[in-house]
């Protein structure tokens, strides 16, 4: 099934900057509808108004983190489905395991780049 580009994506981090960083990542790569959210607690709140074809969130926020943001995600019949990209600057091994128990479809260790970026999100979501 083909990927659609107009697609809407959630990208979730606390940093202004680092939401900067992936919409101009996914502009490049050729996404455009990229919605934003401060943290997990205002990023569930949009996923309950409108469905998203993805999720990119940070792992350290406040006060609700991106690993909370997946266990709520994943617990939720709505938004059960949603694939969801975690990215960090963490690259544990405990915490990429604790991770993929709790459901995310692929992880990004900072910094990547656009090239990284869309390899992950084919691999969640098929070739674009």
């Known amino acids: 099934m083909a990927v659609e580009m107009s697609m809407p994506i959630l990208v979730?981090?606390?940093y202004k900057t680092m939401i900067r960083i992936i919409r101009n990542l996914l502009k490049q790569i050729g996404f455009e509808n990229v919605d934003e959210a401060a943290d997990g607690t205002e990023a569930f709140e949009k996923m309950k108004?409108?469905?998203?074809?993805l999720v990119i969130s940070d792992w350290n926020m406040e006060p609700m983190t991106g690993y909370e943001l997946l266990?709520?995600?994943?617990?939720d019949e709505?938004?059960?489905h949603?694939?969801?990209i975690m990215?960090?600057?963490?690259?544990k091994t405990e915490n990429v395991v604790a991770a993929k128990k709790a459901g995310v479809n692929n992880y990004i260790v900072k910094p990547f780049n656009a090239g990284t970026l869309k390899a992950k999100m084919a691999a969640v979501l098929g070739d674009f």
């Open 49 to 53: 108004k409108q469905k998203y074809g």
């Open 87 to 91: 990215v960090t600057a963490e690259s």
């Open 78 to 80: 709505q938004t059960k």
């Open 71 to 75: 266990q709520r995600v994943r617990g």
């Open 12 to 14: 979730v981090d606390d």
């Open 82 to 84: 949603t694939p969801f």
